[in-house]
């Protein structure tokens, strides 16, 4: 027996994946569940931001069909939106939006068998009152179940073919011409590919360059070794002087900005390759802001840079012997020596109107720029510059921006193809085994 859910504004508001959370059933939403997130979009805070997301992704799947009759989509899943007022004074104020959103789960019931239909809210008194009036319901938790397809269904970078002919051959040759094998045409520039064995076991990784699959092994990093076949991949593509642009995204603790600083590095001082490196992080908060910073701008900008000043300290790190003593120098910038002069920890609020040639620039926390500022930072590259835009989508910390409409996610998406640029999605925690739980559950 098929089950109708009457999903509350509250759940939405929680969870703008929620329906996909109820495969095999009927997902009905009111209008003024709809009227509500309206209202709710506005605002700056989580609610704001899932209710901006819900209606995206609501807008997708209106294209599929008429939303007031009823759109199937995967997992058997028909979600429907009810316009019927129905008699909501039965249960007080007619206007009232609980009262209306109890009306469709009662009119359901002269449908549907009473035991099919259940009304799923946050809110502890609307269940109450929906099973005063013999209407099952019930709380929801979205951490009891797998995270949804619409979350997850940005641009990897990454493809995986089972092949173990094509896996031995790229090892041996080292490259594949892509007009050997049908599959191989298909895969997009710059676009990196994981060879697997009839078991699924990985066993060769390359990157398509050109018309040709290249192998993709042991690249050189600075001082780090890559720890998992999308930090390889993301090495790669760091180093290759013909990728003008990268992104790179992840959740917390996942190498981004590591990797992004140690290529870097590799490519100022052991290549050669770019004449400075620039660093850019938005001026965006978490939480509420501290106020006035006393000092200059290198001393008000030094706590916006702290994750950064981490990575160079972890990447220069090392005893340097003085005077026959063996000693520890604390900072990078006496570490890294005349080198140091090269790199330049700058705001981005500044950056309109310049011209940066020969420059490897990092965009550290690149989820908290919109569409336009990024369209901005990109159109400063000058001659023989590459640009690296790193961040956490699932982070957001300006009011306005989601998972969805911010620029990294954006950018992502249109350069997919492109042949000077790449990206890859960083799945594996490397921080700590703390880190990487945390960034699941919470």
């Avoid at 997992?75 to 939106?81: F, G, S």
């Avoid at 099919?116 to 009152?129: E, F, G, H, M, P």
Wanted: with cysteine; proline share 3%.
């Amino acid at each position: 027996m098929k089950k109708i859910y009457v999903l509350d504004t509250s759940v939405v508001a929680y969870d703008p994946y929620c329906f996909e959370k109820f495969p095999d059933s009927d997902i009905i939403l009111h209008v003024y569940v709809l009227n509500e997130l309206d209202k709710i979009k506005r605002t700056a805070s989580d609610a704001g931001k899932n209710a901006r997301t819900f209606i995206r992704i609501l807008d997708e799947i209106c294209a599929l069909g008429k939303i007031h009759e009823g759109i199937q989509i995967d997992n058997n899943i028909n979600i429907k939106v009810d316009t019927k007022s129905g008699n909501a004074s039965m249960f007080g104020d007619s206007e009232y939006g609980d009262n209306q959103i109890l009306s469709c789960a009662y009119n359901l019931k002269t449908t549907y068998k009473p035991n099919q239909i259940v009304l799923v809210s946050k809110d502890i008194n609307l269940r109450i009152r929906a099973q005063s009036f013999d209407i099952c319901s019930q709380d929801y938790e979205k951490e009891t179940v797998k995270s949804s397809k619409w979350a997850n269904r940005l641009y990897s970078g990454i493809v995986t073919i089972t092949s173990p002919e094509l896996s031995g051959k790229l090892c041996k040759d080292k490259i594949i011409s892509c007009d050997e094998n049908e599959i191989l045409k298909n895969i997009l520039p710059n676009e990196c590919v994981h060879f697997a064995d009839e078991y699924g076991n990985g066993t060769t990784l390359g990157r398509r360059i050109k018309n040709e699959i290249h192998v993709v092994r042991g690249s050189e990093l600075w001082s780090i070794n890559s720890k998992n076949k999308e930090q390889e991949f993301a090495a790669n593509l760091l180093l290759d002087p013909d990728v003008s642009l990268v992104s790179l995204i992840g959740r917390a603790g996942t190498g981004k900005s590591i990797l992004a600083v140690a290529a870097g590095l590799e490519l100022l001082i052991n290549q050669k390759t770019y004449n400075k490196i620039i660093i850019y992080r938005p001026m965006q908060a978490v939480g509420n802001e501290l106020g006035y910073l006393p000092g200059n701008l290198a001393e008000k900008l030094e706590p916006w840079m702290e994750a950064i000043i981490d990575s160079l300290d972890f990447l220069t790190s090392y005893k340097k012997k003085t005077k026959g003593k063996g000693s520890f120098k604390e900072d990078w910038r006496d570490r890294l020596g005349q080198y140091a002069d090269k790199i330049y920890l700058e705001p981005i609020t500044y950056i309109r109107g310049r011209s940066i040639p020969n420059t490897y620039m990092i965009i550290d926390e690149a989820q908290n720029l919109s569409k336009n500022e990024i369209k901005t930072v990109l159109t400063r590259a000058g001659y023989g510059t590459k640009i690296v835009l790193t961040g956490d989508i699932e982070q957001t910390d300006s009011p306005h921006l989601d998972a969805i409409n911010n620029g990294l996610t954006h950018v992502a998406s249109a350069f997919r193809g492109s042949p000077i640029a790449g990206h890859i999605t960083l799945v594996k925690g490397e921080r700590s085994r703390l880190a990487t739980e945390a960034s699941k559950i919470l």
